[in-house]
C-alpha cells in the first residue's frame, strides 16, 4: 500500500521555518549594519595647496562659545603649519594639552606627508564671541589657515556629544 505523505506539523514544522527565517534574518541585520547609523555620506572637504582637510565636525554651541575636530591631511612634500581658524563672527583659538591641562596654541605643525586629527581632550580649535548658536544639523562656516597653503573655507556639521566620528583614537 502507497504511503501518503503527511502534512508536518509540531516541532518538525517549527523547526523547518526557523530554517528559512534565520537565514534571512541574518542578511537583514548584515545589510542594516552595513548601511550604518552614523552621520549621512558627505562630500569630502575642500583642499589647497596640496593641504586637505579629510573630515571636520563640531558639536552644539553654547553663550557663543563651541568646539571643532578637523582632521587634516598634507599631501604635499613640504612641511606646512596650520597657523589658525576662524568662524564667522567669533574668534577661534587652537588648543592642545600641556601637563593635564587645556592651553593654547600658536600654531600646530604639520609634517610632509603626514595627518593631523584633532579630537575631543586633544588637540580642537576653541571658539568664543559666536554671534549664531549652532545646533544639531547646523553647520559652521570656518575659514581654516595654513603658512604655506593659504587659506581654506569649510563648512562643518555639528553633531551630538559622542556621536561622530567612530574612528579609533589616534
Given at each position: ?23 534571512a534574518f ?6 542594516a549594519a552595513?548601511c ?13 595647496g596640496?593641504?586637505?582637510?579629510v ?9 557663543g562659545?563651541g ?9 604635499e612634500r613640504?612641511a606646512?603649519?596650520?597657523v ?13 594639552t600641556?601637563a ?11 609634517a610632509a606627508?603626514?595627518?593631523l ?30 603658512t604655506?597653503?593659504g ?16 574612528p579609533e583614537?589616534p
Open positions: 500500500m502507497e504511503e501518503k505523505a503527511r502534512p508536518v506539523s509540531g516541532f518538525r514544522a517549527h523547526r523547518a521555518w526557523w530554517r528559512a527565517l534565520v537565514p541574518h542578511c537583514i541585520c548584515l545589510v552595513a550604518g547609523r552614523g552621520h549621512p555620506a558627505r562630500a569630502p572637504l575642500p583642499a589647497i596640496g593641504v586637505e582637510v573630515e571636520g565636525w563640531a558639536y552644539p554651541t553654547t553663550q562659545a568646539a571643532a575636530y578637523q582632521e587634516i591631511r598634507n599631501t613640504v606646512d603649519t596650520l589658525g581658524v576662524d568662524a564667522r563672527g567669533g574668534t577661534g583659538m587652537l588648543m592642545g600641556a593635564g591641562g587645556m592651553t593654547m596654541l600658536d600654531a600646530i605643525p604639520l606627508g603626514a595627518e586629527r584633532m579630537w575631543p581632550g586633544d588637540r580642537h580649535v576653541r571658539f568664543d564671541g559666536l554671534k549664531t548658536e549652532y545646533a544639531i544639523g547646523d553647520s559652521i562656516p570656518l575659514t581654516v589657515r595654513f604655506r597653503a587659506a581654506v573655507s569649510v563648512r562643518v556639521p555639528v553633531v551630538a556629544y559622542g556621536e561622530l566620528p567612530s583614537r
